[in-house]
């Protein structure tokens, strides 16, 4: 199937140079994408002002998807300039298509030289031959616009213009590192950020929940798929659960804030270590107690690189609304996220001095060593060899053991004691070691812990 393709606005502003730079770093991304789905590319030419890609399969579905574009339509292509073959073929393309339909005929001529016909000569001459197939001409909104495009490089027939993404290539402003939870905020983030040119390397701070990892690597492969396929895209995968042992040994109102001070170090760390120019958050302005203007102001104090918060304004159901267009909603609905250690009482405002007293004491370069050291770094072969983990199954039978349930409401088990995290580490050491105890939750986060 025959494709034009139409650079986005940012591209085909910029000085020649640059153009062409931006031009061919798309085509390639447009390719490897190809390649990877396993689609044929029989013929691909790139041009000035667009794009020509001639592939075996349909190729819709993954050049929509690629960042960079404004909009692409499926082409007949004709190397005839003559106007009555050209009348003819768009005759035959266009007249089942406007059936019942109101319609229009667009002709730009960018011929160079030769020009023996106007472009208004084809509107008029086309439109006149479709007519009595249509339910009439509208001009301004018609149901359906065929478009004639004569150039140098041949005449191109199509009907209807696919939206883009718009933005820049990926991997045309830089690379970013996305902290990256699997909630609904961070891919949305991970999008934004993708959508105008970054190339995202994607970090998991793993808190110790098999259900929460395994949602967040499906939203990892679901995103590498539709808008990073192809390319090479790097997964950090972070154990950060005695780190969290830690930080409760701190003050309680301040524990939420320096869970986020360690993800931001650790981020910071990380961003040097493979040449990122800065680190991408899914935080959204007042959503929780970290994110007020205060706590965010002076969590960035406290590193180097520029923290992009794609997020910051929009409200939940506007995130909401991106997550459900670009398909990663219902997977992060199920995998809720881990950030708040501690839920009463905690710091809206944070204070520089207590903050500043706080983390004097912290030995935090040989913690963020010791992380860095036992980070795990994903491909996406890697993930395609993965197996999917078995959930709990609430089946089995826990007559015999006594059930800590961890989650947001009581399952209805014999035995059953229902507990919030917080309650469940006070008595833990109180509990009769001559019994057998299983530890659930919704997620499997707080059991592990």
Known sequence: MQYIIKYAGEISTKQSRT??????????????????????????????????????????????NIPGIQYLAEVKVLESYDKEQIIEEGFKLFKDRIAGKKFAVRCRNKLTENKSFRSKDIEIELGSRLFDYSTGVDLKHADIFCHVEIRDKGTFLYSEKIPGLMGFPVGNTGKGIVMFSGGIDSPVAAYQAIKIGMKPIFVYFDLGGDEQKRNTYNI????????????????IEIPFLETIEYIRTLPHKYQNLLLKYFFYNVSDKLAYRHKANAVITGEALGQVSTQTIQNLTLLDKYIYHSVFRPTLFMSKLEIIDIAEQIGTFDMSYKGKEFCAIATKNVVTGGNKDIFDNIIKDIPLHDMIHSLVKDIKILGIDDFEKMEKGETMNPGIDYSNVVLINLGTKPAGYKNEIHLNLDKALAQYEEWDRGKNYKVICDEGVKSKI
């Open 19 to 64: 153009k062409w730079g931006m031009i061919n770093r798309l085509y390639s991304n447009i390719v490897k994408a190809l390649k990877y789905h396993g689609l044929t590319l029989i013929e691909g030419k790139v041009y000035w002002d667009f794009l020509y890609v001639d592939v075996e399969e349909d190729a819709l579905f993954i050049l929509k």
């Open 220 to 235: 990892f492969r679901f995103i590498y798929k539709k808008y990073l396929a192809g390319l090479e895209i790097k997964f």
